[in-house]
């Protein structure tokens, strides 16, 4: 499977728009739960995402310098978030989208209809909850999304070693969140493992 970028440099020298397609379709879902667990109405992120690859695809001779095609369209679509929601706010309160951020165990949706489903829901909220919205935020680009480090760091605005540091603090605080308990470490991986 090719890369996405590959696919841009495609589409940005020829106008290959097969190879657009291909980067919206490999994101824009990520994208969609990216923007709702920063806490933003379903119909903000369904129109971000819609702006930000339009604004794509007839700005892609202008966007030259654009060589992580991922961080940039992440980048742009949490900075059109907050466009719309400046636009909103007299019919929302979103007071800091940051401090919003909602890791959601929809991942889990499939696994967690066994009968330990409200058990384990529970248990991993928990975990998530003790966690700030930053490192709620880096867990959720690094293990849902499968971005390293220095993309995370340009999405957040932040130096490479700060997201390091973040993700590694949001990790040990989960592991302390669990010391002790078995069943809370099992949890743990499943939900580790699940985000890869």
Not at 91 to 113: C, G, R, W
Not at 126 to 149: F, P
Not at 163 to 185: F, Q, T, Y
């Amino acid at each position: 499977m090719e890369s996405l970028n590959v696919h841009w440099i495609r589409f940005q020298k020829k106008g290959d728009e097969p190879s657009f397609s291909i980067i919206y379709n490999r994101l824009a879902d990520e994208l969609y739960s990216y923007g709702v667990g920063l806490g933003y109405r379903d119909e903000t992120c369904k129109d971000a995402i819609q702006d930000i690859f339009y604004r794509l695809y007839i700005n892609r001779n202008r966007l030259q310098h654009v060589d992580n095609i991922i961080a940039y369209i992440y980048r742009s679509f949490r900075n059109r978030l907050t466009d719309l929601s400046r636009r909103e706010q007299h019919q929302e309160n979103i007071e800091n989208h940051s401090e919003n951020f909602a890791l959601e165990v929809t991942i889990l949706d499939d696994l967690i209809e066994m009968e330990t489903s409200d058990i384990l829901r529970k248990k991993i909220e928990s975990i998530l909850s003790k966690l700030t919205a930053n490192q709620r935020e880096v867990v959720y680009l690094r293990y849902m999304t499968g971005l390293h480090h220095k993309k995370i760091a340009e999405i957040m605005g932040i130096h490479e070693e700060s997201a390091r540091k973040l993700l590694h603090r949001a990790l040990e605080k989960m592991r302390k969140s669990i010391s002790g308990d078995e069943n809370s470490r099992l949890i743990l991986l499943i939900l580790l493992s699940l985000m890869r």
